[in-house]
């Protein structure tokens, strides 16, 4: 396993869309293997192929346990609710935003074996599902948020919000 570079803003290939995993070989075993070393390392809840530069529909979430889903071609099957919260992405460093999401999301996917699975998350693994599968559409967060934020610009507004509660 290897640790791989984190892209940010600004580099094309988070723009781009990204093609489905037609091989499910050793090659799809390394990317993923180096993508949950990736994403522990900088510590986030949820990683997209092309955040490490590789346009394929691959994707690593955290569920509510802390143990990680590997994510192969997935697709959003099934989503209801709806929850208002604050997102950062690791290929947006040091920002924040509000965004809307569904609360409740199911994903039918395709295991690092190429067999298919459903999951569903409700609450921050729903919002990770949606916040990962856009990046595979070539979408980042900050497209749906009305201002980006500093993290102690949003510590600030929690601790607002505490205090006139």
Request: a negative charge.
């Amino acid at each position: 396993m290897a640790l791989r570079k984190i892209v940010t803003q600004g580099d094309p290939v988070l723009e781009k869309k990204c093609r489905p995993v037609e091989k499910f070989d050793q090659k799809l075993h390394w990317l993923l293997d180096d993508m949950k070393e990736t994403l522990a390392e900088a510590g986030g809840v949820g990683l997209a192929a092309p955040q490490v530069g590789i346009l394929r529909r691959v994707v690593v979430v955290e569920d509510a346990e802390e143990q990680l889903i590997e994510l192969v071609n997935p697709v959003i099957v099934e989503q209801s609710g709806e929850q208002d919260g604050w997102e950062g992405c690791l290929s947006v460093p040091g920002k924040w935003g509000q965004v809307k999401r569904p609360n409740f999301v199911t994903v039918r996917a395709q295991n690092r074996d190429g067999e298919f699975f459903e999951v569903s998350g409700e609450e921050l693994v729903a919002r990770c599902f949606c916040h990962e599968l856009e990046h595979l559409e070539g979408h980042l967060f900050v497209e749906h948020a009305d201002q980006l934020y500093t993290a102690e610009e949003v510590d600030a507004m929690s601790e607002e919000e505490e205090g006139g509660r």
